[in-house]
């Protein structure tokens, strides 16, 4: 299955130092907060700070098997929350992004989209404070969930599942979801549920790739017991937090993450 992707199998030789592993247990702690408190959000900084001190492969070759365990977990405890007809037709979406991208593997720049995403991310984040700023209010009323503009879903949703595929990035469906204003724990849910759906779908692409080897498995397993004190962490703040000031620190997350992804995209 998937075998049509490549006709050749690529091997990764890969030296895991001392400082990668450092660098990668921080990120899957990180990741697991961000998971647990923000549904993401700067989380998707994990992906391009391994790969800095490796590549790419190696960056998901060593994380996807941890953020497909910590979605199961996470999602697991958000279940009771999280409105299932609003994420399916997303997560339809993101898995047709994650096909697009598996094919295209070889093709993209992810400098280039890098780059590309972290615009995004900051045009988002400053719009809100700018509109904060100027008007003392939201700028536009919260958009009903039931409503469904298809196109921005499938673009959107899908492009978050193509752009997932090489940084895990999260600029596009937050575009989607932030017009809604959802309660934090929803909000959260939501994103949870759909990475959680779309990282499961990636695991037999990559292994038929031959990006995921017994090697990178092992350094996955060593770095799971990290896993749920960022969970737990992440829970405890998401729990306590609320609407608005949540919402701010939602759109400041993402200009850091623009910031960070605009300048490793030039840098690299």
């Not at 759909?194 to 080897?213: Q, R």
Request: hydrophobic fraction near 55%; charge should be positive; include cysteine.
């Amino acid at each position: 299955m998937y075998t049509f992707l490549y006709e050749e199998r690529e091997e990764y030789i890969v030296d895991y130092s001392a400082l990668f592993l450092c660098v990668a247990a921080f990120s899957v702690f990180f990741v697991a907060l961000a998971k647990a408190g923000f549904g993401g959000m700067i989380g998707s900084l994990a992906m391009p700070l391994v790969a800095s001190v490796s590549d790419i492969p190696t960056a998901i070759s060593v994380l996807l098997p941890t953020y497909v365990v910590m979605d199961l977990i996470v999602a697991w405890s958000y279940r009771k929350v999280v409105p299932f007809s609003f994420v399916l037709p997303m997560a339809l979406s993101g898995v047709a992004g994650v096909f697009i991208a598996a094919i295209l593997y070889r093709s993209v720049d992810v400098r280039y989209l890098a780059i590309f995403l972290g615009i995004m991310s900051l045009v988002i984040g400053f719009k809100f404070f700018v509109s904060q700023l100027v008007q003392k209010k939201e700028s536009v009323a919260a958009v009903d969930p039931k409503t469904r503009n298809w196109p921005r879903l499938i673009g959107l949703n899908g492009a978050s599942g193509f752009t997932s595929f090489f940084l895990m990035g999260e600029a596009p469906i937050q575009l989607f979801m932030l017009p809604f204003r959802m309660n934090p724990q929803i909000y959260v849910a939501v994103l949870v549920w759909f990475f959680c759906v779309i990282n499961w779908i990636k695991i037999p692409i990559v292994l038929s790739m031959g990006i995921v080897t017994i090697d990178s498995l092992w350094i996955s397993a060593i770095l799971l017991p990290i896993m749920p004190l960022g969970i737990i962490f992440g829970k405890y703040i998401n729990s306590r937090i609320p609407k608005d000031p949540f919402y701010i620190v939602v759109h400041m997350l993402l200009i850091v993450l623009g910031g960070y992804l605009v300048a490793d995209g030039i840098i690299h």
